[in-house]
């Protein structure tokens, strides 16, 4: 059934109920009842404009202490008079509090018909005696007041408790099984106090407000607990709902069971900003962006800051990957405009993932970590939300198998290097053959680096990855060279690599052991390695480069580095990505790009090859734009090193192999 519905019809049948008692009413207040309804009433109205927010279920249920003078008006004096005056505060405070009209109905509703349920039991225990009326009250009517109490505790319970379950979409029983302590716990004592009340002004209406106090002592506890509720399931700084109290909504909207979505985010350069401007200031932006979060958010959506600049966004309401793209587009716009903070304007943007229950994750914890995952791969591609696809999950079942069966074929020797040849373009001879690995698997069989080397890079597997590579390429030279070959060797080089300040040390006992002089191996390193940390990066190329290994820049024109940078680098060749070169291939005379950076490069004093020739027309071309060497399907696959020999003397070895070359220590 719909919250809607549910109220509706308990607002109907409380009007019903009402119009019925005030028609059948006789005297509104009863003989002798005067002084208790003049008490009581304002008791009762003061205690309905002062409800208590409890932050227990819902967002935004309250208790009002205003039971007990309710239930004690009930006894003075009798039904109609008190569902007139309870219905009219009930309703005033609605108003003022800005609820809904149908909320307003509902309570007024729902007050009728707990009120005059417990005057109908009371009235029935007592066989008859005026209905509810029992000023002055005697020990023998506690018995039918305790009954009526109990009325009034179980419709109101759950009349109330029906209505915040649809209204949050759970299950009523469920609900009523976790939640019925707390709301008989509060009632009941609520309500024991009325037939005290009532006792004590009958002992002398002087004492009323002596009344007031456990009244006021009640009040001021359940402030103090709700204010503790508070404290532990906010974020104090922004006041958003903190970490267990989104975990708890998560996992009330997966046992809910409707699609939603999850956005992790944080916010890009907010260490950087925290360390130059200070903790004022950091604090100050936090409470900024959590405020445009929750403006951007939808009235369903729930925002909430998960620790340091981490929030989390719950996306509701039939959530498909569209709605939670459109709400992250409104999240990153809402984040693009400057902070103001105290006179100074400071730019943020952010990066989000985005994971989809159940197709994502159907867990808190999975959920989080998945976006937690698409958050990387938004910040890996510098775009502003990315939604959870597996392949960018270095932590699936699936690649946890391969990481480890990964590690038992580098230690196994299953990697091997392939060969393709570089031809140099002046002498028209193969100079050199770059190394690139490939996985000889037992029952996949042959693996290029694509199926596996993400996961490498991932798991740090790479270090041991490229170190086999070295191992085996000096392996596979030194042993051309005593048959007369004498080829410079290129291994690729990794992030990970240019990080590890051990590096340079492990390439010297390699060509050590493998007595090969530094000259004839070359190291090839992207951009963007270069770029992860250019101090470190600088520091181990250094040292590489004063051992006298070639240096070579990989995948050139794909990475953001500035050429002016690379200059200060002491490498010695440029690789021109394939991406630019297929186009001179495929429309020779329009390589403006291939052009203009073999200019460029030569300016440095740098040798530019060409990567990924497939024509001979491409290769011809390139040839005339003064390139000084090229590599590519045209001249040769990959190949296994014991046929990459004869496809190199076949296109063409240097004139004279060095026979004598001085040995390394
Ligand atoms: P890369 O370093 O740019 O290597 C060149 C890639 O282009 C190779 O792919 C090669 O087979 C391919 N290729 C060469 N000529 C042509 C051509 O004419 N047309 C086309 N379409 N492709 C061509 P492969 O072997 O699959 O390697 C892919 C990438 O994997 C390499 O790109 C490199 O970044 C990485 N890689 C390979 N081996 C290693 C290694 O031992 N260590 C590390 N860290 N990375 C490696
Ligand atoms: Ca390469
Ligand atoms: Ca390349």
Not at 36 to 44: M, S, T, W
Request: charge should be negative; include cysteine; glycine fraction near 8%.
């Amino acid at each position: 059934m719909s919250v809607r519905r549910f109220t509706g019809a308990v607002s109907v049948t409380g009007l019903g109920v009402l119009l019925v008692v005030l028609a059948h009413a006789g005297r509104l207040v009863p003989p002798g009842a005067a002084l208790y309804v003049i008490l009581l009433g304002p008791a009762v109205v003061l205690g309905e404009l002062l409800p208590l927010k409890i932050p227990r279920r819902g967002d935004d249920e309250e208790i009002t202490i205003s039971t007990t003078f309710v239930f004690a008006l009930l006894l003075a004096g009798g039904l109609p008079l008190t569902l007139l005056i309870q219905g009219a505060a009930s309703a005033v405070q609605d108003i003022w509090a800005r609820k809904p009209a149908w909320r307003v109905a509902f309570n007024v509703g729902q007050y009728t018909l707990s009120l005059a349920a417990a005057a109908a039991v009371i009235h029935n225990v007592r066989a008859g005696l005026g209905i509810a009326h029992v000023v002055p009250l005697s020990p023998h009517e506690l018995p039918a007041v305790a009954v009526g109490g109990a009325a009034f505790l179980l419709v109101n319970m759950g009349l109330v408790g029906v209505a915040v379950a649809l209204h949050l979409g759970r299950n009523p029983l469920r609900y009523f099984r976790e939640d019925l302590s707390f709301s008989i716990y509060t009632g009941a004592v609520l309500l024991c106090l009325s037939p005290a009340v009532l006792a004590m002004l009958q002992f002398s209406p002087v004492i009323f407000p002596v009344c007031l106090l456990p009244i006021v002592a009640i009040y001021q506890g359940c402030r103090q607990a709700a204010r503790s509720e508070y404290e532990a399931t906010h974020d104090l700084l922004t006041g958003l709902s903190n970490r267990p109290r989104l975990r708890q909504r998560l996992e009330r909207a997966v046992e809910h069971g409707e699609p939603f979505a999850v956005l992790l985010m944080d916010l890009n350069r907010f260490k950087e900003i925290y360390d130059t401007l200070g903790h004022h200031h950091g604090d100050l932006l936090l409470q900024q962006v959590g405020r445009r979060l929750t403006d951007a958010i939808r009235a369903d959506d729930e925002v909430g800051r998960l620790g340091g600049d981490e929030f989390v966004v719950i996306v509701r309401g039939g959530a498909l990957a569209s709605d939670a793209t459109a709400v992250a587009d409104r999240v990153a716009v809402a984040l693009r405009q400057p902070f103001d903070l105290e006179e100074l304007e400071v730019e943020v943007d952010a990066s989000i993932g985005i994971a989809c229950y159940p197709t994502d994750g159907d867990d808190p914890q999975t959920l989080l970590r998945h976006a937690d995952v698409a958050m990387y791969q938004a910040k890996r591609g510098h775009a502003p939300h990315a939604t959870y696809a597996s392949e960018h999950d270095h932590h699936t079942p699936a690649r946890l198998l391969l990481a480890a069966d990964l590690r038992r074929a580098i230690d196994g020797r299953e990697l091997v290097p392939f060969y393709q040849a570089q031809l140099d373009l002046a002498s028209g001879t193969v100079g050199a053959a770059e190394a690139l690995v490939r996985w000889r698997h037992p029952t996949l069989g042959l693996l290029s680096p694509a199926a596996f080397l993400d996961v490498a890079e991932n798991t740090g597997l790479i270090r041991g990855l490229t170190l086999r590579m070295l191992d085996a390429a000096l392996e596979d030279r030194q042993r051309w060279s005593e048959e007369g070959t004498d080829l410079v060797v290129a291994v690729n080089v990794s992030v990970r690599n240019l990080l590890d300040r051990s590096f340079p040390a492990e390439v010297g006992r390699h060509l050590v052991a493998h007595q090969t002089l530094p000259d004839r191996l070359k190291l090839e390193l992207t951009e963007s390695a270069i770029m992860a940390d250019p101090d470190t990066a600088r520091e181990i190329l250094d040292e590489l480069a004063a051992m006298g290994v070639d240096l070579a820049i990989d995948d050139f024109g794909t990475g953001y580095s500035s050429l002016a940078y690379l200059q200060r680098l002491p490498v010695r060749e440029l690789k021109i990505d394939r991406s630019f070169v297929a186009e001179i291939d495929s429309n020779a005379g329009d390589g403006v790009i291939v052009r203009s950076t073999i200019e460029l490069g030569h300016n440095l004093g740098l040798r530019v090859i060409a990567e990924g020739i497939e024509s001979d027309r491409g290769l011809q071309e390139l040839r005339r734009l003064g390139c000084d060497g090229v590599q590519g399907y045209h001249l040769s696959r990959p190949l296994p090193a014991d046929r990459i020999v004869a496809v190199a003397r076949e296109l063409g070895l240097p004139p004279a192999p060095r026979l004598l070359r001085p040995q390394v220590a």
